[in-house]
């Protein structure tokens, strides 16, 4: 969901912030004590090349899609915190030289939808939504969200929200086909729904930065995320009306995800699952989690001890101790350098591997990236 608005419950931050300075971590002690839920690792998906696109009219029973696999079903936003949702959403993808292709199966008794507009904040609605990273920088990124009328809300972010990132409205995926079919009947509640599917194909070119469409290769890795957004509801005069508060608002939605956040917090890019293209035919290629990945999540552990940081002191430090932090971390059995230095206001976290002197660097805007070596000593 696109955090536009303060009513929201979306907008909400959770970083377990009683945890963060609690007692001090000794040697026998994970770095990451006290964090566990913003560290559990995303989920994966390897996603196959087809020469023969799907037909996207919202039946995903096509032969075409036999060939790629269901995620595992969606799971509470906070992960294990909450209990499992009581309706199952999963997804499939598959991928050409043109398009990323997704199915979503949503589970639903009730199917309603009420926002008919392009670019109507679609999640005041039932509704199903992607986020999608290819650069993996947690900057510049895309969300589209449909509901079951097909009604498209699409956005480009140049960062999260919680760096004081906007949504801009006005970029449209272009190219985008989408199609929604109900198994059941829409706004009737009067019956009993088996639920609904959604069918896109998003052209590469809508995603991607610059002035040439830049196409995955085997082996490239995105970062992609799946999120439900559901109300609960009752039926008055024949029709489903969200319940509301003593004040009269809406209660809060639920949030479902296919790779859990661990917090309230879909625009939190770190947290989404990881995407691998494949153009192998045969089963025979499996994720395997990049060094770097593991590298970063050392990173991340400074960017989240800095922000409890400034929130306490109205100033960032260049000291990794004060965040009880180590300078030096052996990741599967190489040893990593960790450097930090900052203004008031700024700061910047470098990570260095001893066997390749690859560095990879986040600042206080949560923008991670690779080091070129020409401008790193």
Do not use: C
Not at 274 to 302: C, G, I, N, R
Request: proline letters at 5%; zero cysteines.
């Amino acid at each position: 969901m696109a955090t536009l608005f303060p009513i929201s419950r979306r907008i909400q931050t959770v970083f377990l912030i009683s945890m963060l300075f609690g007692p001090q971590i000794t040697k026998a002690q994970s770095p990451f004590a006290g964090l566990e839920n913003l560290f559990a690792t995303p989920e994966n998906y390897l996603v196959r090349h087809i020469t023969n696109a799907p037909v996207v009219d919202g039946d995903i029973n096509d032969a075409v899609w036999q060939q790629a696999k269901w995620t595992n079903n969606f799971a509470d936003i906070e992960g294990d915190l909450k209990p499992k949702p009581p309706y199952k959403t999963k997804v499939k993808m598959l991928w050409d030289n043109n398009y990323l292709y997704i199915a979503a199966h949503l589970e639903e008794p009730q199917v309603w939808a009420t926002l008919k507009n392009h670019d109507d904040i679609v999640y005041h609605d039932n509704d199903f939504e992607l986020f999608i990273d290819p650069s993996t920088t947690t900057h510049s990124y895309y969300e589209i969200e449909v509901n079951a009328l097909n009604t498209i809300f699409d956005l480009f972010l140049n960062k999260p929200y919680r760096n004081r990132g906007g949504g801009l409205i006005g970029w449209d995926a272009n190219g985008l086909r989408s199609a929604v079919k109900v198994q059941g009947t829409l706004n009737n509640a009067s019956d009993t729904d088996a639920g609904w599917t959604v069918e896109m194909a998003i052209p590469f070119s809508a995603i991607t930065m610059g002035f040439k469409s830049q196409v995955p290769e085997n082996g490239t890795i995105y970062r992609i995320n799946f999120s439900r957004v559901e109300y609960d509801n009752k039926i008055v005069e024949g029709r489903n009306v969200k319940l509301k508060d003593s004040t009269g608002r809406d209660l809060p939605e639920h949030n479902w995800s296919w790779s859990p956040q661990g917090e309230i917090a879909m625009h939190s890019p770190e947290h989404w699952g990881y995407l691998l293209f494949s153009t192998h035919e045969a089963d025979d290629v499996a994720f395997t989690m990049p060094y770097a990945e593991e590298q970063k999540k050392y990173l991340w552990l400074v960017y989240y001890r800095e922000k409890q940081w400034y929130r306490q002191h109205h100033a960032y430090t260049s000291s990794l101790g004060k965040l009880s932090i180590k300078s030096k971390y052996d990741i599967a059995g190489i040893s990593n350098k960790l450097k930090l230095q900052s203004t008031q206001n700024q700061f910047e976290a470098f990570i260095t591997d001893a066997n390749t002197n690859n560095t990879y660097t986040i600042n206080h805007e949560g923008f991670i990236e690779q080091l070129n070596p020409i401008y790193h000593e």
